[in-house]
């Protein structure tokens, strides 16, 4: 027994020491691609939460609890929150997309691009990129929320900046707010 517990105090501390390390990681990363704190924290507390579920599963294991009752809970709550989210797959698509346009997403906030559509021209300055869309300010004055899994699944071009560099600042620094009538 005291094998069990000394495991599950490892694990916890392996836990406490890689989730230190991520958010410090993410929160540098963050500063390099000059994303807000909002989505910052949104990320790194979704990281933390498949973090703690597996090591909760870890931990459950090496307290005796039995490897089939665990993988029994964990298959369930799996089976679960998958029909949860079948039923919901654009956000489950959206959140999945909000993760990873926060790694690898090339565009930043105050920059002007064009999203390739047939049917619409979707053209404007980000003003806002959240975890499940991405707010699009129109030169007409429009804003359009466009859905993150969209925007990984169409292409998107980067435009010239015509924007005056005093109106570019006051987007990069969340200063400007835009009417959302």
Not at 113 to 138: P, S
Request: one cysteine or more; charged letters at 15%; a positive charge.
């Amino acid at each position: 027994m005291t094998n069990q517990i000394l495991l599950a105090c490892i694990y916890l501390a392996v836990f406490i020491f890689l989730q230190r390390a991520l958010t410090h990681w993410v929160k540098k990363l963050a500063l390099m691609k000059q994303v807000s704190a909002a989505r910052t924290s949104l990320v790194t507390r979704f990281i933390s939460y498949v973090m703690f579920f597996i090591t909760l599963s870890l931990m459950a294991v090496s307290l005796g609890l039995g490897y089939q009752d665990v993988s029994l809970f964990v298959s369930s709550a799996f089976a679960v929150m998958g029909v949860a989210l079948v039923a919901q797959w654009s956000i489950l698509s959206n959140l999945t997309a909000g993760v990873l346009i926060f790694f690898v997403f090339p565009y930043r906030i105050g920059e002007r691009i064009r999203v390739v559509d047939k049917d619409e021209d979707i053209c404007g300055v980000i003003i806002e990129i959240a975890l499940f869309h991405v707010l699009i300010h129109r030169d007409n004055g429009d804003t359009i929320t466009y859905p993150n899994n969209l925007m990984l699944q169409k292409a998107v071009l980067k435009l010239a900046d015509q924007a005056p560099l005093a109106e570019r600042q006051a987007l990069q620094d969340g200063k400007k707010k835009f009417d959302l009538e």
